[in-house]
């Protein structure tokens, strides 16, 4: 019996790894995809704000996301050959969703937080929040290499 297989990009890198829901792990994580990227070859500029985000996401997800006795989940998948690198951070709590402040909004009304999401929005190419069943969910960033191509 034949059967086709779906096509994976062998190319592709994916790096997954849990983390404490705590600031040492969400620092952590900031280290370790920094790490990773280098070691997988990516630029020096997609490195730079790929940590940036993940540092974000990560410290939101320990924030916002957190739910006594669970981690929260850092996962890279990177495409040299498109220079695309996705970024995912899962947390235990799906019923609070991110939601970044107006791009109007009074700097007095970000006083204490609120420009986390701003900065992930104008570092990254794409980013969403998703449902991760039974009862979580994950913050997608996407990222685009901004190097010229030859």
Known sequence: MNHALPQVDLLSRTFTQLLSSTRRGARLARLLAGTELRTWGATHDLTERAELVVAELAANSVLHGLVPGRCFRL??????????????????RGEVYPQPPPADAEPEALHSGGRGLLLVAALTDHWDCVPHPPCGKTVRAELLDTRPRA
């Open 75 to 92: 996962t890279l998948v990177f495409d040299p050959a498109a220079g695309r690198l996705r970024v995912e951070v899962t947390d235990a």
